[in-house]
Nanobody
């Protein structure tokens, strides 16, 4: 069974930095796009950043220039480097990945359990 496990969430002061990691485990044949979403209390889950299998990236306007997404295919891991954090970045951050599980012929959509990032105002 495929699992995504995030880590790196924490409480950090405004202007600080955090690095989130998300590692996939299980019976995996391949990956397609991977990304990070976030959900603040009372709000919908929204895309923060995404990266294709070829390394092309896409960012929400609110994080451009501050956040960087990267991936290490050898480690089945996607990262989110977050700099210049603001109180409005406070949310639960979720990892998402399109994964080809062994024995299947299509990419399934997988989610991690989420990691809390808190930036006090």
């Amino acid at each position: 069974q495929v699992r995504l496990v995030e880590s790196g969430g924490d409480l950090v002061q405004a202007g600080g930095s955090l690095r989130l990691s998300c590692t996939a485990s299980g019976s995996i044949s391949g990956f397609d796009a991977m990304g990070w979403y976030r959900q603040a209390p009372g709000k919908q889950r929204k895309l923060v950043a995404a990266i294709t299998s070829g390394g092309n990236t896409n960012y929400a306007d609110s994080v451009k220039g501050r956040f960087t997404i990267s991936r290490d295919n050898a480690k089945n891991t996607v990262y989110l480097q977050m700099n210049s954090l603001k109180p409005e970045d406070t949310a639960v951050y979720y990892c998402n990945a399109a994964i080809l599980e062994r024995g299947t012929y299509y990419y399934g959509d997988y989610w991690g359990q989420g990691t809390q990032v808190t930036v006090p105002s």
